[in-house]
């Protein structure tokens, strides 16, 4: 039977007196590749950062691997996020350093082993991403999908159990965003890895997802598999993926308060 390695319940978190995530429950099983969708300002991203550990929620708890996040204290969080890889949607690789360099830093930071060591693995993590032989070029000499696999060595480095991907496939052209796909699911299968992907792009998110969760203005819209979500009635996930534009209402009233409150804020 799995088991869950995120649990969220009744997440609240705010950017000011904004309200980004409003009541969010979500569960994430051990093996299962899941989907974080939704438009622009929907909170998809926020949510991330949030699993991550990075931001403080207003209320709410977040379990990652059996521990409570808000309940770890600073060297507990630390150890924790060592099981954790995480892919940026831009790399994030240091300029300063060649690719193998990139991908050996987590092992030259967080580990005792010896140079030779961590050159040998961090050269095999570059053969999983198809990036043999390249650990000498700087990331100036990449491609953009070059990029996206090393900051995806450098983020299964250290064998993390959970691995967190924001818009792994964003900026690519469709073939080389296929690829990227092949490996995320190459990875899952391989190396048994749990994987939480926040993506915008539909075709990628049907071809990996297990699961899908859809966010609309910081709430959950629906949770299910591609075929769920695909013949979904609620109307706001078919605006989504017909990308059909939000035709909200206007109070007028609203509106007015908008022009002349200084304070006023949209919760």
């Known amino acids: 039977m799995s088991k869950d390695l995120i649990k969220i319940r009744k997440l609240v978190t705010h950017y000011g007196e904004r309200k980004i995530l409003d009541g969010v429950d979500?569960?994430?099983?051990?093996g299962e590749i899941?989907?974080?969708?939704?438009?622009?300002?929907s909170g998809k991203s926020t949510l991330l950062w949030h699993i991550m550990g990075l931001y403080q929620a207003t209320s709410g708890s977040i379990s990652v691997l059996g521990q409570d996040l808000d309940k770890l204290k600073f060297h507990e969080k630390h150890e924790l996020l060592r099981k954790i890889g995480v892919s940026f949607?831009?790399?994030a690789l240091f300029s300063s350093m060649t690719i193998g360099e990139n991908v050996a830093f987590p092992l030259t930071e967080f580990t005792e082993l010896d140079e030779n060591t961590i050159r040998?693995?961090?050269r095999m993590k570059l053969e999983v991403v198809n990036l043999g032989g390249f650990q000498k070029l700087m990331p100036s000499q990449l491609s953009g999908g070059m990029i996206k696999r090393a900051a995806l060595a450098r983020a299964i480095v250290m064998d993390p159990k959970l691995l967190f991907f924001d818009e792994p496939s964003a900026g690519l052209d469709p073939v080389v965003a296929s690829e990227i796909d092949d490996l995320i699911l190459k990875m899952r299968d391989a190396m048994g890895m749990t994987m939480v992907v926040v993506t915008h792009e539909l075709d990628s998110a049907f071809k990996i997802a297990d699961k899908i969760t859809v966010l609309d203005q910081g709430k959950i819209l629906l949770t299910g598999t591609v075929e769920e979500v695909k013949n979904s009635k609620i109307q706001r996930v078919q605006d989504l993926l017909e990308r059909r534009a939000r035709n909200d209402t206007v109070d007028?009233?609203?509106y007015l308060k908008r022009l002349t409150q200084e304070n006023y804020t949209i919760s």
């Open 26 to 30: 979500l569960n994430v099983e051990e």
């Open 34 to 41: 899941r989907v974080i969708m939704g438009g622009s300002g």
């Open 89 to 91: 949607q831009n790399g």
């Open 120 to 122: 040998i693995i961090s």
């Open 252 to 254: 007028p009233e609203e």
